[in-house]
Nanobody, 122 residues
């Protein structure tokens, strides 16, 4: 299971750090991604990181503001979100992909968390 935490309400320009922890699974073997889904919109790719942390991929909308990292010893992946904007408001999901390289589409991933709400007020 994947469990996200760290969401909440923040003012525009503020920061949040999301965490994705795994139970019953060793995340060090998985490529990890973060997706988000705003009300009335489809789930969209945000960022991904390879199993070893060597490669990262960012959506253009978050490049320079968000940073993904992982601590395999803690079996946890993080998403540091800075300079948040109202349009970042969404439910954020972490996802794990066992084989291949980090993906940018929903179907690339094998396991998903339940999501954590991020709300950015203007």
């Amino acid at each position: 299971h994947l469990v996200e935490s760290g969401g909440g309400l923040v003012q525009a320009g503020g920061s949040l750090r999301l965490s994705c922890a795994a139970s019953g699974r060793t995340l060090s073997r998985y490529n990890m991604g973060w997706f988000r889904q705003a009300p009335g919109k489809e789930r969209e790719f945000v960022v991904a990181i390879s199993w070893d942390g060597a490669s990262t991929y960012y959506a253009n909308s978050v490049k320079g503001r968000f940073t993904i990292s992982r601590d395999n010893a803690k079996n946890t992946v993080y998403l540091q979100m800075n300079s948040l904007k109202p349009e970042d408001t969404a439910v954020y999901y972490c996802a794990a992909r066992f084989l291949g390289s980090p993906g940018t589409i929903h179907d690339d991933y094998d396991y998903w968390g339940q999501g954590t709400q991020v709300t950015v007020s203007s």
